[in-house]
Structure formats: C-alpha cells, structure tokens
C-alpha cells in the first residue's frame, strides 16, 4: 500500500435527479479512460434554474486513481 | 449572451427530507421576488438535530439572474 | 439562551446510500456519548470507488451540543 | 421552523467607539428597510487610521431574515 | 464619513475585450438602480471558450455603496 | 518547553454584552473539564437579533491545553 | 446539456503584454490537444521582475471541455 | 489620489483589556517608524490563558501606509 | 468498512528535530488515550526561535479513529 | 540559486487606467527602496467608484525580491 | 522564457520514511509519462496509523511542466 | 509579555536538502537585520525539479520578532 501513488483529475457530472445522481455521472465518465480509481472529493456544487425549477445539478469531484507500476 | 449582467443573491432553504428539497425551497422562495434566474451555486450545507435525529437541513446557495436590459 | 456554551466535535459517517444517511450515521454515532446534540455543518464530502462504482460516501460534520450548566 | 427560508445582506457598519458599536448600526441601518432579522456573522474587520490613532472602526456583516411566506 | 452604513451587492459583468471593461459593465448596470455607489472588489473571473477562443469575459465584483441616512 | 503536546477543543460562548466576554464565558465553560489551558484563538463571530437589536453574541474559539506526560 | 460531463485541466499562460494576453496563450497550447473547450476560471495571477520592469505576466486558469460521449 | 501606492505592514498587539485596545498598541508601536498610516485589516485573533483566565489578547492588523512621491 | 464512522481530534506535538518528529510525538501522546488511530492530517506547521535558531517544530494534526460500535 | 533568500514585501499601486498599470505603478514604487525584485503575485483588486464611473484600479501584489548574501 | 505555458498535474506520493521521500515518489512516477517538469508545491500532506505509528506519509503534490511548443 | 508588540516578515529560503533547512536558511539569513526573532509559521512549501529530480526546496515562512520598546 505505501508504494503507491495517485493522480487526480477534476470532472463536473450533471444530473436532473439529485447530487449523489451526478457524481455518479462523472464516475461512470471517467470509467472510459481511467483505470484503478480509489477515491472522490466533492470540491463544487452548482446548478442550471430554467423556469424558475432547477434544470440539473453540477457537481465536480476530485477523483484519485492509482498509477501503474 | 456576452452583454448580460448578472446579479446574484443569497438565501438558505430549510427541508426535513432532503439537501436537494432545501434548494428547491429557496429557490421556490426567491421566484416570487426575482425574474430570470440562470444558476445557483451551494456556499454552505448545515442542519438542526433534536432528540437525536435531524430535523430539517439548511442549504445557502447564491443564486444568480440576468438583469433586464 | 444567551447563556449557553456549545462544544462542536467532528465526525465522519460513512453510507452506501446517500450523503444524507452519512449525516444520519454521524449522528447516531455521536448519540451514545454526547447529550444535547443541537446542530451539525457539514465540512467536507468524499468517497471511494470500488470497480467504478461508489462503494459508499463519507460526510464530515460537525457536531455541536450544549454544555450542561 | 423548518419551512423558514432566510435572505441574508451584507453591509458595514461604521464607529469611532468599538466592534460592537459598528455592528449595531449596521443592523440599525437595515432594519429601516428589512423585516424578521434573526442572526448576523462577522465576515471582516477594518478601520481607518488618522494622526496614528484609530478614526473609526468598519466591521462587515453578514444579516439573516426570514422571508414572508 | 465615520456614520456610513455601506451595503454591498455582487454582479457579474460580460464583455468580448478585457476583465476592466466586464467590471464596466457591472457597475454600469447597477447604476440604474443604486445611488451613491463608492467601491468595488473583484471575487472571481471567468469566461467562455467558443471554437478555442475568448468569446467573453466574465468577471464577478462585490460594489459598495452608502446607504441614504 | 518542546516536550509539550497540545490538544485543542471548539467551543462557542454566548454573552448579551461583547464579544471579549462571549469568548470569556466559553473559557469557563471549557474549565470544568479541562486543565493546564494555554491559548485560544476565535474562529467566527455571529450573533442572534430580535426587536432589530442584538440579542447576544456568539463567539467561537479553539481552546489549546496541554496534556499531561 | 444535462448529460454533458466536463473534465478540468490547469495551464499557466505567459504574455509580455498583459493578462488577457497571457489566458489567450494558455488557451491556445491548450487547443492542441484537447477539444470541446467551453469555459475558463482564472486561479491565480503572478509575473516576472526584471530590471525593475514586469517582464511578463503569468495567469493560471481551469480550462473545462466537455467529455466525448 | 489615484497616484497612491500603499505598502502594508503586519503587527500583532497585545492587551490585557479588549480587542480594540491590542489595535491601538499595534498602531502605537508602528508610528514610532512609519508615517502617513491610513487603514488596518484585522487578520487574526488570539490570546493567552492563565489559570482559567484571559491573560491577554493578541489581535493581529495589516497596516497600510502611504509612501512618500 | 462501509459502517465506520470515524471521529478526529487536533493536536500540536512539538519537536528539536524535525516536522516528522513532531508529528509522531502527537500520535504518540493521543495513543495514551484514543484507539483504533487511522489517519491524520497537518494542520499547521509553525516553531519557536531563541538565538536565532529554531527551538523547536510545532505540527499540528488533525487525527482520525474509529470509534467501537 | 538554490542559496537565493526571497523577502516578499506586500503594495498596492492605483492606476485610472488598467490592472495592468495599477501593478508597474507599485512595482516602480518598490523599486525606490528595493533591489533585485524577482517576481509578483497578485492578492486582491479593488478599486473607487464615483459618478457611477471607475475612478482608478487598486491591485495589491506581493512582491519578492533577493536578499544580499 | 515569457513563451512556456506549463500544465499542471496533481499527484500523491506515499513514503514510510518522511515527507521529502513521498514528494520523490510522487515526481519519480511522473516522470514515466510526463517531460520538463520544472517545479511542484505541496497541497496537502496527510498519512495512516497502525498500531499506535505512522504507516506511510502521503504528500499531495502540483507538478508543473512545460508545453512542447 | 502582555506588552509585547510583534512584527512578522515573510521569507523564503532554499535547500537541497530538506524543509527544515530551507527554514533554517530563511532565518539566519533574517537574523543579518532583524533582532528579537520569536516564532514562524509555514504558508508555503514549493520546489524546483531537474532532470526528473528535486534540485531544491523553498519554503515560505512568516517570522515574528518584538519590537524594542
């Protein structure tokens, strides 16, 4: 365990459903690319108001993965 | 799009259920006063506990609208 | 009121579901020790990742009770 | 309670007295257009130096009301 | 000067040319509704990116003004 | 001197009066429990309002102490 | 729009000439690897002395694209 | 007035009183070699314990002076 | 793993040697008295000066331990 | 270089120009009293208003410049 | 020089040995995809505990390199 | 001690070797003009690499003396 090390990206996942909902999205988007994710922080929350009711959430995550050895 | 000016606004919507509910609430709150708004932004999540159990969740969120030219 | 003094410790709960019932899990985890739990602030979201899924969230609050006199 | 939703306003108070003084007659300043004040929070504190001596203290507040629902 | 009450608002302003002409078009726009406006602080800048340029500017002040005694 | 480990608490005092005595209330408060303290430093200051005046202030401080070898 | 997935990267721009100089530069060294680009955020702003003179300006920005789905 | 340049300075008072006389002793002891002080900016308050009381408090200003043309 | 829920306290442990050391002799005070130590986190780094040469480190810590269900 | 010591001394310059100027302007007012300046950081930008107009940008910078050896 | 645009990444190293070492490692694993890398800053520095001692450092590191033109 | 009046300066000193003794750089290169040195304080941790290796540490440090009274 202490010989790893990780990178961090930073992506935004939108969801009209809830905030748990995005961050999901933007995990699941990062799956194409990414291999070996261990963790997420949440480092923003926004949202989209169209017609006076919120359109969709964003929220952007710091997500963590180990490098290859 | 580029000529627009934005103002933004700051209100904390309280739910029993739900971050996402108090959001709506304080924007739900905000629409009676204020036109156009475009995007809200969460500054702030807290909450009262009584008996153990919480009672309602208090998000602040900015809330940001286009000024009428 | 104006009398009272609060003490504020900090916890992180942890749930498969949803960063409310992290919340929820803090503060039952807080009740078997401390009295008089009034209100929480959340200070920080995270989470891990197990085969590109969210294994389970962890929501950091702070707790504050009132001190007896 | 938990129906409440609270606008909050952010303005400095002036004193050549005290902190305190300064944030008295920023909450007395808003109560001329503001209903249902309930909480303010310090957000900064300035001054003015003139002759090497303090002229007068600017404490900044953060002032919480409930909306009329 | 030791009796001003300040109030400050935040605006975001746009523009194609530089952050100095967005914060232009902020305190031009808060112009038609505020008096006796004596301050500004800039608390973010951001902007659009169409075809790999600028498109516009956006840039976010709190303004500042005295409130009428 | 270098021998010395320091825990620190947060607590918020409350006091009708000034802030010095909010955070002198909270000492007292911390001193029923705790011995050998040795420093504080405030962390925010709010304060409740009712009838457009204020009601009391609330000062948060961490309280350091050292521990006994 | 509520599908879209944004990833965030961080460049520093040089420019003798001024800050909207040097985020057009870190756009441009940006363009050529990523597509999709839609928004910027400046996170800091620091330059080079020399001879008494700004030699040049360095700005860092969050660039954010939209993910290919 | 637009040809000012301000440099500022950071002092820490102590007193044994209130927040606001560890200000002044802060003013008074940077008037014994700058001149020409117009405006402080609290950044940070501390103090010393001693048996269970406040044995002094430490506020720290930046001080902001004009240099002489 | 999922059911944890961790509490975190702060300390300052201090050291003639080193940062590494200071922090160690914190973990080593806080083991005296809380269990099932997971993680920590510095705080702060500061120290004392006497003659002109470093006294001694002061690292505080935030420290995290599962609390038994 | 790895023997440089940096001093960083903290202006504001003003300028009814640009950001820009506001900087060269404190930079050449260092540059009095200082040698060797290596590099700056901008800290804040404020500015006046007046007939609704801006009447000159306040940048603050830190500035480092070479201790002699 | 004032034509580098450098891109930031963002890395953890983990060491058992101090927190020099874990920036080594978190450089050392950069090097295998990443050219120039010309300077890093510390964001974070955390680490475990097993059985009363430090596990592993782990320093969060920003490592900036240039652009190939 | 109650009487004390601290300045505090910010330096930045450079080592091949370690964090510590970029500190210990900083001030003894301090100690040429300044007398009275009390205490630092760490905000900043940077480094340059070459050649895939850390070529030094800077390590920016606040320093507070007592003025002579």
């Known amino acids: 365990m ?3 090390v990780y990178k961090s990206i930073e992506l935004t996942g939108s969801s009209e459903v809830s905030q748990e909902d995005a ?4 995990i699941a ?3 194409k ?3 070996h ?3 997420f ?7 989209h108001i ?3 009711e919120i359109a969709h959430w ?8 180990t490098l290859d050895n």
């Open 29 to 31: 988007a990062a799956a």
């Open 41 to 47: 922080k949440v480092t923003g929350t926004r949202g």
């Open 2 to 4: 202490s010989d790893n």
């Open 58 to 65: 964003q929220v952007t995550v710091k997500i963590g993965f």
């Open 23 to 26: 961050v999901r999205k933007a």
């Open 50 to 52: 169209e017609n006076n």
């Open 37 to 39: 994710m261990r963790w």
């Open 33 to 35: 690319t990414v291999k």
